[in-house]
């Protein structure tokens, strides 16, 4: 029976890594019609928890919080299955996409089809701010962590804003403990092994890479490194990437990266598989072998940190959790991180052009969400199809 049930949850996790569009925030919101709605593996409660608990961690936050799912499941061997399925379709269209682009580039053809996907995705992503906010505000506290968190997060958007709001707003709501219930017998137990296994795997790339300067030990340092700070989901990463890769090292030209970047926006499951796509590319001088080295080494680098991160926490969440502080200080946290997802969707519109027909197709697409059951291949698919004809 229990084997039964894992196939079923591995299943329902390859739906989402085939259809969950519009990064990390219309992840979640996906997760909560499917695997708590329909399936009812975990409770709303639990995801919510688990999502803030994963928002406070560096590393891909979707990502994490459905391999804490697979483990609360059925322990660490369903998770780990879980993670690779999570990844792997969305790991393998990215790198396909970095070869597809490079010869796309040659061919001197036009990427202009991919326009309209942006705006379809800004659409995904406050439509996810919309329903986080209904599952977690219900205070007029939690309502004013929201706003504050939304704006200080559109007019600081650094990589450490993020954490900082999010234990600044778990540390508003902590004070509120003793209206929670309290409970006996608390026995909190740490096993170390995956946090050491975290700091170990830093500390050995970084001296394997200076000592050899091997390419792609390098590479792996530098995604591992990157996925070890990044907080705050994709849209933290794409600058980060940015700067290191292009503006930096040069392994991709300002095109090529964003190129990518809208392709990635055209896909479902984690955005972190752009780095994928980076990792790719940054070894084209090495042939087709060099590349898929570059891809697997850049892949496995930048979720492997936040993967050990969260097996040592997930370990210890449950007892964690009956602590009055620690179950008061989550409401504060789940309205932090509503507010940094309503702060993401006007991040990601602003570098898209300002214009009617944009703005429509955001309107529209939150509307489709809201008002209709059309799956969300459809609406992209659609907006594919848009592009190519107009």
């Known amino acids: 029976m229990k084997a ?16 969950a569009f519009g990064g990390p925030q219309a992840h979640i919101a996906m997760m909560f019609k499917l695997l708590v709605q329909k399936r009812r593996y975990v409770t709303e409660q ?9 928002q406070i961690l560096p590393g891909p936050t979707s990502t994490q919080t459905i391999t804490a799912i697979g483990f609360k499941i059925g322990g660490p061997n369903l998770a780990y299955l879980t993670l690779i399925v999570w990844l792997l379709p969305a ?33 995904f992503v406050a439509f996810a701010a919309y329903m986080i906010g209904l599952k977690v505000i219900y205070t007029k506290t939690a309502t004013f962590l929201m706003v504050v968190s939304a704006i200080v997060s559109y007019f ?18 902590a004070l509120r403990f003793k209206q929670h219930p309290l409970y006996e017998n608390k026995k909190l137990t740490i096993e170390w092994a995956n946090f050491l296994l975290f700091v170990g795997v830093l500390l050995t790339a970084a001296v394997i890479g200076r000592a050899t300067h091997s390419l ?18 994709g849209q ?19 095109e090529e990266f964003l190129s990518g970047y809208a392709v990635v926006q055209a896909l479902p499951g984690p955005v972190f598989s752009f780095c994928s796509y980076i990792g790719t590319l940054s070894m084209r001088n090495y042939g087709i072998g ?30 964690l959790k009956k602590y009055r502080v620690v179950r008061a200080s989550l409401e504060g946290i789940s309205a932090v991180s509503a507010g940094m997802v309503a ?19 955001i309107v529209a697409t939150i509307c489709l969400l809201l008002f209709t059951r059309i799956p969300a291949p459809v609406i992209i698919l659609t907006g594919l199809m848009l592009g190519f004809v107009l």
């Not at 639990?46 to 994963?54: F, Q, S, T």
């Not at 792609?216 to 989901?233: C, I, T």
């Not at 700067?243 to 090292?249: G, I, L, N, R």
């Open 91 to 123: 790991a393998i269209i990215m790198t396909t996409a970095a070869l597809l682009i490079s010869y796309l580039q040659d061919q001197n053809i036009s990427l202009d089809f991919l326009k309209f996907l942006q705006p379809i995705a800004v659409g």
């Open 156 to 173: 600081f958007n650094s990589p450490w804003v993020f954490p900082g709001l999010l234990l600044a707003g778990g540390a508003v709501t």
């Open 290 to 319: 060099g590349q898929l080295i570059g891809s697997l080494v850049a892949t496995v680098g930048i979720f492997l940190p936040g993967t050990f991160l969260i097996f040592f926490v997930i370990r210890f969440w449950d007892e």
């Open 216 to 233: 792609p030990v390098r590479l792996f340092e530098n995604f591992y490194r990157n996925g070890s700070l990044v907080f705050g989901g």
């Open 236 to 254: 933290v990463l794409i600058p980060l990437m940015y700067t290191e890769f292009v503006d930096f090292k040069g392994y991709l030209s300002g």
């Open 46 to 54: 639990e995801l919510i928890e688990l999502n803030a608990l994963c």
């Open 4 to 19: 039964l049930r894992y196939y079923i949850f591995l299943k329902d996790v390859l739906l989402l890594a085939l259809t």
């Open 343 to 361: 702060a993401a969707a006007i991040l990601l519109y602003r570098p898209i052009e300002n214009t009617p027909l944009n703005f429509g197709i």
